[in-house]
C-alpha cells in the first residue's frame, strides 16, 4: 500500500500537471471502488479550475475553484497516470477527468481498494479523518509526542503504524526508520528514553524526505503519474532483505511476525 512518500510524489506530480487547468468532462466508467463514487458528485467538478492538490497522511486532496475537494487514496493498487494523448482506455480504468490543453487524468486500480470522494471545502486539514502529526513537520511537536509515547504499552513498531499518532507511516518506512534510529521494532513504546526517542524523530524525518527525493518505493504496483518507478528500493537496509547481511555489522537480516506484519531488522544494531 502507498506510503507518505509515494503519495506525496503522486500529489506533486498532479500540482505539477493539472494545477489552474480547467475540467471539461468527466468520464465515470465503474464507480465500484472501496466505496461508490456518486456519479452526481463527480460531474459537479466539470468547468471548474483546480486550485491545489495537498496531501494529508496517506490521502491526497484535489482542490477545485468551488468548494470542493476530490480526496483520494490509492489503497492497494489505485494509480493516476496523465496522458497528454488521446485516450486510450485500459482494463481496470474507473475514471478519466479530462482538462483543457489536451490533458487527461486517468485513475486505475486493479484491486479497487483505493477510493475518491468528493468532500465540501474549506476542510479542517488538522484533524482531517483524526489523523496524527505530519512526519515532515514533526520537530514542532516532540515533547507532546514524547508524553504521549511514554504511556503507550504497545511496542514501537505497532505505534509507527498507528496513524493517530503519527500519520503516512507504514510497514515498509516503519522498518527503515527502526533500524537507522537503531531501535529494536519490539520495544514497548513506554520504556524509550528521551534520548532513544530524539534519534527515533530525527530518522521519521530522514527516511521520509529521503524517499520523497527518490520518488517513494516501487516494490509491486507503484508508479509515479508520469508511468515511471520510484527507486528508493535501492537504499532499503533491511526491508525484504532477510537473510542478507547488515550493511553495518554484517549479521544477517531477520523477518518476524510481529502484529500480522513482517518486521525486518538487525538484532546486532538494533539492540535496545
Not at 42 to 59: E, P
Not at 111 to 118: C, D, N, S
Not at 160 to 180: H, M, P, R, T, W
Request: proline content about 3%; hydrophobic content about 40%.
Amino acid at each position: 500500500m502507498p506510503e507518505l512518500p509515494e503519495v506525496e510524489t503522486v500529489c506533486r506530480g498532479l500540482f505539477k500537471k493539472i494545477n489552474n487547468l480547467k475540467v471539461l468532462d468527466v468520464q465515470l466508467i465503474n464507480k465500484k471502488l472501496r466505496y461508490n463514487i456518486e456519479p452526481k458528485k463527480i460531474r459537479k467538478i466539470i468547468n471548474k479550475k483546480v486550485k491545489g492538490v495537498i496531501r494529508r497522511g496517506k490521502n491526497g486532496i484535489i482542490l477545485f475553484s468551488n468548494n470542493l475537494a476530490l480526496n483520494f487514496h490509492l489503497g492497494m493498487t489505485g494509480k493516476f497516470i496523465i496522458l497528454e494523448r488521446e485516450i486510450v482506455l485500459k482494463k481496470h480504468d474507473h475514471l478519466v477527468i479530462e482538462f483543457n490543453k489536451k490533458i487527461s487524468l486517468v485513475y486505475n486500480d486493479v484491486r479497487k481498494f483505493g477510493y475518491l470522494k468528493i468532500e465540501e471545502t474549506p476542510l479542517d486539514i488538522i484533524n482531517y479523518k483524526n489523523l496524527g502529526v505530519e512526519p515532515l513537520i514533526i520537530n514542532f511537536f516532540i515533547q507532546e509526542l514524547f508524553d504521549t509515547i511514554k504511556k503507550k504499552s504497545a511496542n514501537i513498531k505497532s505505534i509507527l503504524l498507528d496513524q493517530s499518532y503519527i500519520c503516512g507511516i507504514g510497514n515498509i518506512y516503519a522498518c527503515e526508520i527502526l533500524f537507522k534510529a537503531k531501535i529494536s521494532p519490539y520495544k514497548k513504546g513506554y520504556k524509550l528514553k528521551k534520548k532513544e526517542f530524539i534519534s527515533l524523530m530525527f530518522a521519521i524525518k530522514d527516511i521520509l524526505s529521503l524517499a520523497i527525493i527518490k520518488g517513494g518505493s516501487s516494490i509491486k504496483d507503484f508508479i509515479k503519474t508520469d508511468s515511471e518507478l520510484g527507486y528508493f528500493q535501492t537504499e532499503f537496509k533491511v526491508y525484504d532483505r532477510e537473510g542478507k547481511p547488515c550493511y553495518n555489522c554484517n549479521r544477517l537480516i531477520e523477518r518476524q511476525k510481529q502484529n500480522g506484519r513482517s518486521s525486518f531488522y538487525c538484532k546486532g544494531c538494533q539492540n535496545f
